[in-house]
């Protein structure tokens, strides 16, 4: 079975600080794993994803994270925060067969000025 | 870009009635998908159709019926609306690789948010 875990549901961090959303999942060999940013009352946006390329992915506004298949996370990063970042981050995960997407129960972002 | 639109973004129904909410997608993709979102419980799944006239229940599917006639259009139906079905509802759709076995990414729509008085 396939599950994903978001280890905080609130994160606050301070206008310009670092940035660490921790998920933790458990699937079949060789995932595909995305992150999605959600602002207030708007559709799931995509960050970014891994499949099976380079284990450090880039995304959008800055934001980055890494697979680690021997821990089984895939952490979200960025180095500053920004005001405009403040949103609910969702960590998704797609087994290696199958249509499905498995999401995280989401983590909401407050950045502080 | 791939687009996803729901049809309508804020929507008030009446107990017991039938309500439709209508999901179209313009790249043809095979998988669509309809969830909905509730504070504290993150999205859940409700049903998928990874082909036309083709449907999977998912996690919650009492008191919901899809339809998908058509390839781009995945039709969301509340046959009785009560009060505990006042939600956020996603659509999304995806494409599917089964001879690679990856998917791409779901792309979603703006949200419906419905609410049952």
């Known amino acids: 079975a396939q599950s994903v875990t978001q280890l905080d549901s609130h994160v606050s961090v301070s206008e310009g600080t670092p940035v660490l959303l921790r998920c933790n999942y458990s699937?079949?060999?060789?995932?595909?794993l995305f992150w999605y940013v959600q602002h207030p009352n708007k559709g799931l946006q995509l960050l970014l994803k891994y499949t099976s390329a380079a284990t450090l992915v880039k995304g959008i506004n800055g934001f980055e994270a890494e697979f680690k298949k021997s821990e089984t996370s895939f952490h979200l990063t960025k180095p500053s925060a920004h005001m405009s970042d403040a949103a609910e981050y969702f960590c998704?995960?797609?087994?290696?067969?199958?249509?499905?997407?498995?999401f995280g129960t989401g983590t909401s972002l407050t950045v502080i000025p | 870009d791939v687009k996803v639109t729901q049809s309508s973004r804020y929507l008030v129904k009446r107990t017991g009635e039938k309500v439709f909410l209508e999901c179209v997608q313009d790249?043809?993709?095979?998988?669509m998908f309809w969830y909905r979102q509730d504070p504290g419980l993150g999205l859940r799944l409700i049903y998928f159709s990874y082909d036309v006239k083709m449907k999977e229940k998912g996690d919650i599917p009492e008191g919901y019926s899809v339809s998908r006639e058509k390839k781009e259009r995945f039709s969301l139906i509340l046959e009785s609306a009560s009060t505990n079905q006042t939600s956020m509802y996603l659509c999304?759709?995806?494409?599917?690789?089964?001879?690679?076995?990856?998917?791409?990414?779901?792309?979603f729509g703006q949200g419906t948010r419905l609410t049952v008085v």
């Open positions: 999304a759709s995806s494409e599917s690789f089964p001879h690679r076995g990856k998917n791409t990414e779901a792309f």
């Open positions: 699937s079949s060999y060789s995932p595909s």
């Open positions: 998704v995960v797609t087994p290696t067969l199958g249509n499905q997407f498995y």
């Open positions: 790249m043809d993709h095979e998988n």
